[in-house]
């Protein structure tokens, strides 16, 4: 094997055989995501989520691991930074990207669908620090206005991040009580 591929067996191997995280933890799981391979930056990302907080000297990580082009990657690393919460708020550019970039639909490996829920989520864990983002949540929640084939868990996620970093302009409530009328299940 080599180094990379050793590094992300044993990271897979924690998750498999999995044990309570701690801080401590975090330098080794810090080395799967800089290896930039789908096997070490997924099980990295989640591991990092599992130890929240406390995982907080990682975000400049994670924020690279945002740009990888895997979506299973990139949902994990802005989960992670979800569960970061506030201590993450240097990481809101690099997440409005992630929702400004759906990716493309006739890839599947790479349509950014997930992440760019996953992305609002971590906004509205991040809170009013996360204000710049209010615009592309905006954008976000106003896609499609309910159309049918709509994803509609990204807007749900939007109107939950929007809620949570709260003192929103008018046309951003605007967008609010439009949504509220989505007869969709989700929302």
Not at 4 to 25: M, N, Q, T
Request: hydrophobic residues 45%; charged residues 20%; proline residues 6%.
């Amino acid at each position: 094997l080599t180094n990379d591929e050793a590094l992300d067996y044993a990271i897979a191997a924690r998750v498999v055989y999995a044990e309570p995280r701690s801080a401590g933890d975090v330098a080794i799981l810090e080395k799967g995501l800089r290896a930039r391979t789908a096997k070490g930056l997924g099980p990295a990302a989640w591991e990092l989520s599992r130890i929240g907080p406390g995982a907080a000297s990682a975000v400049p990580v994670l924020i690279e691991a945002l740009s990888f082009e895997d979506k299973h990657a990139r949902n994990l690393s802005a989960v992670a930074l979800a569960m970061i919460g506030p201590e993450a708020h240097e990481a809101v550019p690099a997440l409005i990207g992630v929702i400004e970039d759906a990716g493309p639909a006739n890839t599947p490996q790479m349509n950014s669908k997930y992440p760019r829920a996953s992305a609002a989520f971590a906004l509205g864990m991040i809170g009013p620090q996360a204000r710049e983002a209010i615009p592309a949540l905006t954008a976000m929640l106003s896609e499609g206005n309910g159309a049918a084939g709509q994803w509609e868990y990204q807007r749900a996620a939007a109107c939950f991040a929007l809620g949570r970093i709260g003192n929103l302009p008018e046309e951003t409530l605007s967008a609010l009580k439009s949504a509220s009328r989505d007869k969709s299940e989700v929302m």
